[in-house]
C-alpha cells in the first residue's frame, strides 16, 4: 500500500467517523432545545405512532445512557434514553419516531430487518474472531487462516450494508408517522429531516469503514501470494 493509499485509508478510519459523530451530537443539541409545537414528549410520541398502527402490544421504556435509543424486536420495547423519553424537542420526537420505524419494521417484516437478523450470529462472530484470525494467518504464513478471518469480515462488512436501508427506511418511515399523525407541522420538516439525517451519517460512516479495512486486507492477502 502507497503512502497516498494509506493515508486515504487512516482518514476513512478515523478522520469520517469522528466527523460524523460530531455532526451527530452538534445537530442533536441544536434541535433538543426546539420543542415541536404539538409539544409531545418522545415516549408520547412513540406511543402514539405506535397505536396509530396497531402495535399496542409494544412497550416504551426509559433506558440510561445519552442516545442510547434502540428497538428491541426480541421482548417487543422501545426504549428511549432519558432526555428523549422526556423531551419535548424536536430532536425527542424525531428519534422516537425512528425507533418506532423499526418496530413497524419488525411488524411488517421488512425484508432487510429479517435479513439482518439472520446475519447478526455470524456478523458478530466475525467482528469478534476475525482480526485475530487474520493475524495469526500473516504470522504463521496460514493462507487458510487468513482467508477464514476475511470470509468473516466479509459477514460483519454484510452486515454493516445491510443495516444502510433498514435505517433510511426507519427514517422515512418516522417522517411519514410524524406528519400524518400531527405531531409536527410543514414548517418543522425540514428541521426535523436534519436530526434523522445526521443519525444516518454514523451508519455510513461505520459501513464505509468496514468496507476500507475488507479491501485493506483482501488486498494484504493478494499481495502475500504474489
Known sequence: MGLGSYLIYIALLMIVPLWAQSKVKNTYKKYAKKATSSFMTGAQVARQILDDNGLYHVKIEETRGMLSDHYDPRKKVVRLSRDNYHGHSMAASAIAAHEVGHAIQDEQAYAFLRFRHSLFPIASLGDKM????????????????IMAGIVFMGFAVLFQLVTLPVEFDASNRAMAQLVSSGVIRNNEERDTKKVLNAAALTYVAAAMVAVAELIRFVLMFVASDD
Not at 476475525?130 to 495469526?136: K, Q, R
Open 130 to 145: 476475525s482480526i485475530f484470525l487474520i493475524i495469526a494467518g500473516f504470522i504463521l504464513g496460514a493462507s487458510g487462516l
